[in-house]
């Protein structure tokens, strides 16, 4: 059975620094991951989608890595700002298993 | 539509009483996803439809839940006799196969 976990549970840092969240999965054969922002009683906001062929995904200031065969993840993001401030989650995709999520990660980015 | 929209967003309720949760997701889509979500947790797998069938409901935790999209579009959750512990953010999401996963805002159900 597949299980996700993330960490840090929760993150504070001064605006403007560089960051690095972690997410790491039990079984290695998967066929995507993907990370997705949250923000409080709102739904989810899908970030980035990596296959599993890829290594890495950038999207502005966000860059996600993969390393399949370690079964790891990392979500790199630059110059941190106060709008950054939410809950990261990670969450694998096995092929015909529907995705399977990490608790998140809660970042909060002072200003 | 332009996103997954979900509806009611708010549900309060009493115990032993019935409640659905609409879900009408990305045009297009061929499945489409429930998933339950607590306090401070990730997202937990309920069911998966591929067009109209459940292509598979492990998630479901017990015979009160029961999940139809009977033209492979519109989904409703259906929930019977519900418990305090349903409370719970109701999440749908729908996908073009495999591929990207697209999520609503959710349906906040609370079981007074």
């Known amino acids: 059975k597949q299980e996700v976990t993330q960490i840090p549970a929760a993150l504070s840092v001064p605006e403007g620094e560089n960051l690095v969240l972690n997410c790491s999965f039990t079984d290695s054969a998967i066929y995507n991951l993907q990370w997705f922002r949250q923000d409080p009683g709102k739904g989810l906001t899908s970030l980035l989608l990596?296959?599993?062929?890829?290594r890495e995904q950038t999207s502005g200031r966000l860059n996600a890595s993969l390393d399949k065969s370690s079964g790891r993840s990392t979500l790199y993001i630059a110059a941190s700002q106060p709008g950054d401030s939410a809950t990261y989650l990670c969450a694998v995709n096995s092929g015909n298993t529907p995705l399977v999520f990490g608790k998140g990660t809660r970042l909060s980015v002072i200003a | 539509g332009a996103g997954v929209s979900q509806t009611p967003s708010n549900k309060v309720t009493e115990k032993g009483k019935y409640v659905e949760l609409r879900c009408d997701p990305i045009s297009g889509h061929t499945a489409l996803y429930w998933y339950r979500q607590s306090l401070g947790q990730g997202p937990e797998f309920l069911i998966y439809f591929q067009g109209t069938g459940a292509a598979d409901d492990s998630g479901l935790p017990n015979d009160r839940f029961f999940a139809v999209r009977p033209e492979g579009s519109v989904s409703t959750l259906k929930i019977q006799r519900t418990e305090r512990g349903d409370s719970a953010v109701y999440l749908c999401a729908s996908s073009q196969g495999a591929g990207e996963l697209f999520f609503g805002e959710g349906s906040r159900l609370t079981v007074l």
């Open positions: 990596i296959q599993s062929s890829q």
